[in-house]
């Protein structure tokens, strides 16, 4: 069983390898690309839902780190 799973990894570790190998050539051949123009950047959120939302982040963190959130 281990010959198989061990074989698998190496299958899996050479297509990982091969698929690596076409990426870079492709990439290499390939033209570049047109850069996009830049958009904005700021978020659109409004800060009132950005503010609740860092609020409610927060209380998950210690939610979750004191242990009133999350399996028992």
Do not use: C, H, Q
């Amino acid at each position: 069983m281990a010959r198989v799973i061990l074989g698998l990894v190496l299958f899996a570790a050479v297509v990982l390898a091969i698929a690596s190998v076409i990426t870079l050539a492709r990439s290499l051949i390939a033209t570049p690309a047109t850069p996009a123009p830049p958009g904005p950047k700021e978020d659109p959120m409004p800060d009132v839902m950005r503010n609740i939302a860092y609020v409610l982040l927060l209380i998950l963190l210690v939610g979750v780190a004191t242990g009133w959130l999350g399996a028992a």
